[in-house]
C-alpha cells in the first residue's frame, strides 16, 4: 500500500509523465472512465461541474466540448499551470487543497475521478459537499505508491461510501478495473 503524497510529488509526476501530456480523447485508461462518466451528465442534464482533483484538466476539455460549464481544483501547482495554458474554452482552474476549498460553488454535479483513493480523507472531503447535488467518481483496484487505499469489489466502495452518496451505483469500468461509481450527496 502506498502513502498520501504532497504537492511536490504530484508536481514532478505530472511534469515527468509524458502520458498526462495528451488530449483527453489520448488518455488510455482516463478516455474510458470520461467517456462513460458523460453519459451520466447528459441523462441528468447537468450543465455544470466542480471536479475535485482535476489533475492535468483533460476532463475539463471534455465538459467544455459538450457545453458543461467546468470548475476544477488541485493542489498540484504545475497540474493547474499546465491546465490553464491548455484549456479549450472557459474552463476554470484553481490551486487548492481539497480539504481547504470552500465548496460554495453552484454546480449541479461534482466529480473527483482517480482522487479519492490517493487521500486518507476521503469521506471528510465527501462529507463538505452540498446535499442532494449528482457526484461522479471512479477509483482503481490496483496498488500504487500514491494509492492509501485501493477496492477489490463493487461491494467494497458501496461499503464505503453509502454512508456519504445515497443512490449509490458502482461498475467497473476499465480492463485494469477501475470502478466508476455514482449517485448523490448525503
Not at 461541474?49 to 467546468?70: T, V
Not at 481547504?100 to 487521500?119: A, G, M
Request: hydrophobic share 35%; aromatic share 16%.
Amino acid at each position: 500500500m502506498g502513502k498520501e503524497q504532497n504537492n511536490k510529488y504530484y508536481n514532478e509526476v505530472f511534469k515527468n509523465a509524458s502520458y498526462y501530456h495528451k488530449p483527453w480523447n489520448e488518455m488510455a485508461h482516463w478516455t474510458t472512465i470520461w467517456e462513460k462518466s458523460l453519459p451520466l451528465l447528459i441523462e441528468k442534464n447537468i450543465s455544470s461541474i466542480l471536479d475535485i482533483g482535476s489533475g492535468m484538466g483533460q476532463f475539463g476539455q471534455l465538459a467544455q466540448q459538450n457545453n458543461i460549464q467546468y470548475k476544477g481544483i488541485d493542489f498540484s501547482e504545475y497540474a493547474v499551470e499546465y491546465s490553464n495554458q491548455n484549456k479549450i474554452g472557459n474552463e476554470i482552474f484553481e490551486c487548492v487543497d481539497a480539504f481547504q476549498y470552500h465548496y460554495n460553488d453552484k454546480v449541479d454535479c461534482y466529480t473527483s475521478h482517480e482522487f479519492l483513493e490517493h487521500i486518507e480523507g476521503d469521506t471528510t472531503i465527501l462529507s463538505k459537499l452540498k446535499s442532494n447535488t449528482f457526484i461522479i467518481f471512479s477509483v482503481p483496484s490496483f496498488d500504487d505508491l500514491g494509492h492509501v487505499r485501493w477496492f477489490n469489489s463493487v461491494n467494497s466502495i458501496i461499503e464505503r461510501y453509502s454512508p456519504y452518496i445515497k443512490d449509490l451505483q458502482v461498475q467497473p469500468v476499465t480492463d485494469r478495473i477501475h470502478y466508476l461509481g455514482w449517485g448523490y450527496v448525503k
